[in-house]
């Protein structure tokens, strides 16, 4: 018997080796990735230096243990334990809270101390940063307004916010409370006239008064459900904002529902093996209002992950002619043109806007635009000659600095750049970081003088000949008289305005 036990035991150890070996090489079992941010090693080069200093060997095990069959399953199987018998977990960007309320630690600490102690210990220079920017803002709204671009804030509130009662007692943050954003904007916006909406007010009121959930027990994010109420008042501020008749969103009934993606995405960061009980979330089908003759305006959002709910609930096809989402300013998504912010035209991009939303979160606050707002300013105000003029002293101050002459020259070799190009580079970087060092009329409180002429050539051109088919559609909705001709066209022709309006936009794009 005691040797039928180490035989089984053999075959048992033979078997799971080959299975871990052939799932390793091959992967042929599908298994469910592991959620959150995570970079796996790449196979390394053998070569004779990396074996002789030992590198390939180290790089080689961790290849091995980033790639190990069935990682995945260990990795759940182990959080599971940690979390069952020991309620905890491995992920510091998770904190647990009263009856298993997930958080984001972002938000616990803007909570306990304010999260101004990730970019300064001093109130003061918070308070300073925060009082640029929103003058900035100011004149980047009014400069827009010339063009009738209207841009404006979109302030969510943190969970943190809307239920503290949940939050995790405080063990880790201990410093003063600091300058919160939320606190400055809202009082200076308010003095500035700047264009807001204010849902962390809206929320607060909304908490015991309405029959669906603000936020999920283990999401970050609003609910998918609440964001759909949210979008609805967009549009009507939209609306009035900008004076134009936009396609408006009918929200169905509620319904219960198995837990959708975002309101499980702390949950879903723990990679546990069983979900986290939760009670069944409310979510609501929405669909377009057909209105033949509502405009479909160019809509830029820049901002943080709270847009994505927006994305996965809202027709926005429908709504806008197009809506690129510039993800804290860098990656850009919803945009055939583009990927990034750094390959835009951005003097093009300001006039093909219709509306500007600034999306941001309590927290996501402390960086308001990620430096959209300096650079827009800049363009707004000074043609391309300008502010290359600019530059060019700039470049004289780079090449005058041993030391970050160099850096530059480094930076040239490791992005396979001429240093020309990387000296223009930095140069542009540092007048968009700080333009008012650069442009005194920029400085204060008062309305710069300068305008960027080309703006203005852009957008006339831009309105004499739509150069697609949707900006030729719009020009039609605009032109009143136009638009009356097309609907007795329409009923002789038996089709609706909306067809109408298309053909003739077509017809104008093939003949102009």
């Known amino acids: 018997m005691k040797k039928d036990f180490h035989k089984i035991m053999f075959v048992a150890t033979i078997v799971l080796m080959a299975l871990l070996t052939v799932q390793t090489l091959t992967g042929f079992i599908h298994l469910k990735p592991l959620k959150g941010a995570m970079t796996l090693s790449e196979m390394p080069k ?13 790089e080689f095990e961790q290849y091995a243990k980033d790639h190990l069959g069935f990682r995945e399953w260990a990795l759940r199987l182990y959080n599971q334990y940690v979390w069952s018998c020991y309620h905890t977990n491995s992920n510091s960007w998770v904190l647990v809270g009263d009856d298993n309320w997930l958080y984001e630690s972002e938000f616990v600490m803007d909570h306990y101390e304010s999260a101004m102690y990730k970019y300064t210990n ?31 804030v979109n302030m969510i509130p943190g969970k943190d916010v809307i239920f503290p009662e949940h939050l995790p007692e405080n063990t880790e943050y201990f410093e003063p409370d600091g300058v919160h954003a939320y606190d400055y904007y809202k009082k200076r916006f308010d003095e500035l006239g700047i264009n807001y909406i ?26 998918n459900i609440a964001s759909d109420y949210v979008f609805d008042s967009i549009i009507n501020y939209m609306e009035v904002l900008g004076n134009k008749n936009i396609t408006n969103i009918a929200i169905g009934e509620k319904y ?31 669909t377009a209002i057909d209105d033949s003759t509502a405009l479909k305006p160019y809509f830029i959002t820049i901002g943080d992950s709270y847009y994505w709910n927006f994305v996965y609930n809202i027709p926005l096809d429908k709504i806008f002619a197009k809506h ?41 606050l402390y960086k308001l635009g990620n430096f959209f707002i300096a650079k827009a300013l800049t363009h707004l105000c000074y043609d391309k000659q ?49 333009p008012e060092r650069y442009f005194e009329e920029l400085r204060g409180e008062k309305m710069p003088v300068s305008r960027n002429k080309d703006l203005v050539k852009t957008s006339d051109n831009a309105t004499a000949a739509p150069n697609d088919l949707q900006n030729m559609i719009n020009f039609i909705y605009s032109d009143q008289n136009w638009l009356e001709d097309l609907k007795k066209k329409a009923e002789q022709n038996g089709i609706t305005l909306q067809e109408q309006v298309e053909l003739d936009a077509r017809w104008m794009l093939e003949h102009q």
């Open 122 to 152: 001093d109130p003061e220079v918070m308070k300073e940063t925060f009082e640029k920017e929103a003058l900035r803002l100011w004149k980047v709204q009014e400069l827009l307004k010339e063009h009738d671009v209207h841009i404006f």
């Open 386 to 434: 300008t502010i290359d003029s600019v530059a060019a002293n700039v470049i004289n101050g780079i090449k005058s600095n041993p030391e970050w002459y160099q850096s530059i020259v480094e930076k040239a070799q490791n992005n396979h750049v001429s240093v020309e190009e990387a000296l223009y580079n930095d140069a542009i970087y540092v007048i968009n970081l700080e």
């Open 324 to 364: 690129p989402y510039w993800y804290y300013n860098s990656t850009i998504y919803f945009d055939n043109e583009h990927t990034s912010t750094v390959e835009l035209d951005l003097d093009q991009e300001l006039m093909r806007a219709d509306f500007i939303m600034l999306n941001y979160c309590t927290v996501q």
């Open 198 to 223: 204010d849902n962390v007010e809206i929320f607060k009121k909304l908490k015991n008064n309405v029959d669906y959930q603000l936020f999920t027990k283990t999401g970050t994010h609003w609910s």
């Open 256 to 286: 219960q529902a198995r837990t959708r993606e975002p309101d499980d995405d702390l949950g879903q960061l723990l990679n546990l093996t069983f979900r986290i009980k939760s009670e069944p979330n409310l979510y609501a089908d929405v």
């Open 46 to 58: 053998l070569t004779y230096k990396s074996y002789v200093d030992n590198t390939f060997q180290r």
